[in-house]
């Protein structure tokens, strides 16, 4: 009873550090996920079209933008700030971008591209 009473503590204390230390490791590989992927925004380019992937965006805080361009040559700027990349086609650029308000902004294309030129907007909403 004794012996059995013995090992059954040392069982539940090896279960418990190695519960705490799978819990600890879990904790920890996925707080970096939480702030090391705040905010992010795809855009997708072809002709004529941008294609935004967003989640929430909160004014104030810097956002991953991911430019991805599918076809053709695109300006990607951003209305209401200092955002204007030129993408080509199996291009990807990043950059970062911090809104300043909350509101619609719009992405646009900044670069002469043909017939769907002017068409080329969508839209970005940040929080
Ligand atoms: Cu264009």
């Not at 300006?75 to 209401?80: A, E, F, L, M, N």
């Not at 200092?82 to 670069?111: L, M």
């Amino acid at each position: 009873m004794t012996r059995s009473a013995k090992l059954f503590v040392i069982a539940a204390a090896s279960l418990g550090i190695l519960a705490g230390c799978g819990g600890g490791e879990s904790a920890s590989t996925s707080n970096p996920v939480m702030t090391g992927n705040p905010q992010e925004v795809k855009i997708a380019g072809s002709n004529y079209k941008f294609e935004v992937t967003q989640g929430e965006l909160k004014a104030g805080q810097p956002v991953k933008l991911t430019l991805e361009g599918k076809a053709g040559v695109h300006g990607y700027k951003i209305t209401d700030s200092s955002i204007n990349e030129t993408v080509k086609s199996d291009e990807v650029k990043t950059v970062t971008w911090t809104p300043e308000k909350s509101g619609e902004y719009f992405v646009v294309c900044s670069v002469p591209c043909g017939s769907g030129h002017s068409s080329m907007q969508a839209k970005i909403v940040v929080k």
